[in-house]
């Protein structure tokens, strides 16, 4: 018997175990394809281990649905943190520290805002018909007119398994620049397969590839399918630091499920 609990932020959501004690095996593969499998599990775009660490307030682990281990996950680390919150994990509010894959973030949480800080982005490649870089995860960014236009499921994955981006692949977003600050962003996520209602690296890697297009602009207002999130940095001579993403992570709820 596993108990788990279910988060989503913007409509990325995620099945959650307090793993402090060890006692899930993070390396079974079909056990948490299943788990996150939306007919025959839970049903989540990942799955999310918190674990302890000796320096920090916890580790995160985060699992695609397929059942891989995976790189950093922007609405994940928010929907962790708000986990670690709930379940009495994190004490200062204001300012927590977490382990991932991508290294050590830093956190705050208020009244179910989760703003999470992102590692900082020193390579970008920039291309004539689109944007590449790492924001923990690697990404894609093409420009559109308009992201309600775009095959994303079909355009993503042509994308995704390029010849450009073999072997591992990359996540592909979609940006339609508003008026202001206002973004407008789709992603085709790998290791998912699909287009997902929101992915945290991704509108982060939107942002910056958006400011490189206008730099009087370093504060985001980004809308994704499930909701708004904000984005914001500081440019240097030589990239982007003190990254953020802030958005809402709730709880949906709580529960036990058997496994053979």
Same mark, same amino acid.
């Given at each position: ?5 279910? =988060? ?5 959501? @995620? &099945? ?6 060890? !006692?899930?095996?993070? #390396? #079974?593969?079909? !056990? ?36 891989? +281990? ?14 670690? &919150? ?8 204001? #300012? @927590? ?5 991508? $290294? ?26 689109? %944007? ?14 308009? &992201? ?12 995704? =398994? ?7 692949? %990359?996540?592909?977003? @979609? ?12 992603? =085709? ?10 992915? $945290? ?10 400011? !490189?297009?206008? %730099?009087?602009?370093?504060?985001? #207002? ?27 992570? %709730? @709880? ?5 499920? +058997?496994? +053979?």
């Amino acid at each position: 018997m596993i108990e788990f609990y279910k =988060y989503q932020g913007t409509g990325n959501d @995620f &099945v959650l175990i307090d793993n402090r004690k060890g !006692l899930f095996d993070g #390396n #079974n593969i079909d !056990l948490i394809a299943k788990l996150c499998d939306r007919r025959f599990g839970i049903g989540g775009d990942g799955l999310m281990l918190l674990e302890d660490h000796d320096s920090y307030d916890f580790t995160m682990r985060y699992f695609n649905s397929d059942g891989r +281990e995976a790189s950093m996950c922007g609405n994940g680390g928010r929907c962790i943190a708000a986990f670690a &919150v709930h379940i009495g994990v994190v004490k200062d509010l204001e #300012n @927590f520290t977490f382990m991932a894959v991508d $290294g050590l973030h830093h956190a705050s949480y208020n009244n179910g805002i989760v703003t999470l800080k992102m590692i900082d982005v020193n390579e970008v490649d920039q291309n004539e018909k689109y %944007t590449f870089l790492d924001t923990g995860s690697p990404h894609h960014i093409s420009f559109v007119s308009s &992201v309600s236009e775009v095959d994303i499921f079909n355009e993503g994955k042509r994308i995704r =398994y390029s010849d450009t981006y073999t072997p591992d692949g %990359t996540n592909v977003n @979609f940006v339609e620049i508003g008026n202001g600050n206002a973004l407008k962003v789709r992603t =085709y996520e790998r290791g998912v397969e699909d287009e997902t209602y929101a992915c $945290g690296t991704g509108v982060v890697a939107s942002a910056i590839a958006a400011h !490189l297009k206008n %730099t009087a602009i370093s504060d985001f #207002n980004i809308e994704v399918l499930g909701g708004q999130l904000r984005v914001f940095f500081t440019s240097t001579e030589h990239g982007f630091k003190d990254i953020w993403l802030e958005g809402p992570a %709730t @709880f949906v709820f709580k529960g036990s499920i +058997e496994i +053979e």
